[in-house]
């Protein structure tokens, strides 16, 4: 009988047409013993390496060096060759530096808190969340500026990071999540079209935020909007 070796790699930030353009080169040295495939969800891409032949170390240690490979070529990208959850793995972190986390959530409504806390345990690191949907919510739970508000909308930059801040305060974390964006079908505009996403982390030492564009689907908004922000606070915990 041969021998099957399977091997997932798990990534998050990079779309599956352009994963595959960064590692394009990579990819097409593979040996023929090895198949690669892609393997895209909302918000990451499965790569699963695949060998069949009769000596299973050797098909592994193959595979193994192969893995080595790609993770030169993009180290930022990849989170695990294990586990898929990215809610384990923000867990994992948190536990390790002994830090705590909150979120302040609009667009997503609940789905980062969602994601955090059915991993068993995460009451020792995640302390909750404030479901901000509304634009009082917004100034009263979070001192978000009311000017702000109305002269630049909920879904920009100064107001997700004051959302960020906000919440990080009130609940005395280490670490918070925001979100403010338009998950549609309706409600874009011309400036902020359906799919605009605003995402920051604050952190005991700043605010980070970034835009996103997403489609035009709302439950594939609100997912990848929520794997997106547990990824960009992976990168700085």
Not at 11 to 33: C, D, H, R, V
Not at 100 to 128: F, M, P, Q
Not at 157 to 175: C, H, P, R, S
Not at 210 to 223: P, S, T
Request: a positive charge.
């Amino acid at each position: 009988m041969p021998e099957i070796i399977n091997q997932m790699i798990y990534t998050q930030g990079l779309p599956e047409s352009m994963l595959a353009e960064k590692i394009a080169g990579w990819e097409n040295s593979l040996p023929k013993t090895i198949k690669l495939a892609y393997l895209p969800s909302p918000g990451r891409v499965k790569m699963r390496l695949s060998s069949v032949g009769k000596n299973r170390g050797e098909l592994q240690q193959n595979i193994d060096s192969q893995v080595e490979k790609l993770k030169k070529i993009i180290p930022q990208y990849i989170y695990s060759e294990e586990n898929e959850d990215l809610g384990s793995l923000i867990g994992e972190l948190l536990r390790k530096n002994n830090s705590t986390l909150s979120t302040a959530e609009s667009c997503t409504g609940g789905y980062i808190a969602h994601l955090i806390t059915r991993v068993a345990g995460s009451s020792d690191y995640y302390k909750g969340s404030v479901i901000s949907y509304a634009n009082e919510i917004k100034t009263k739970e979070l001192n978000v500026s009311e000017k702000d508000l109305e002269q630049l909308g909920a879904v920009s930059q100064q107001v997700v990071e004051q959302m960020a801040l906000g919440v990080q305060q009130k609940m005395n974390t280490d670490y918070s999540i925001a979100t403010s964006g338009v998950a549609g079908p309706t409600g874009g505009t011309e400036q902020k079209p359906v799919g605009t996403v605003w995402i920051a982390v604050a952190t005991p030492n700043g605010v980070k935020s970034k835009k996103y564009l997403f489609g035009k689907q709302r439950a594939v908004n609100i997912e990848r909007a929520a794997i997106t922000a547990l990824g960009m606070l992976r990168e700085l915990v």
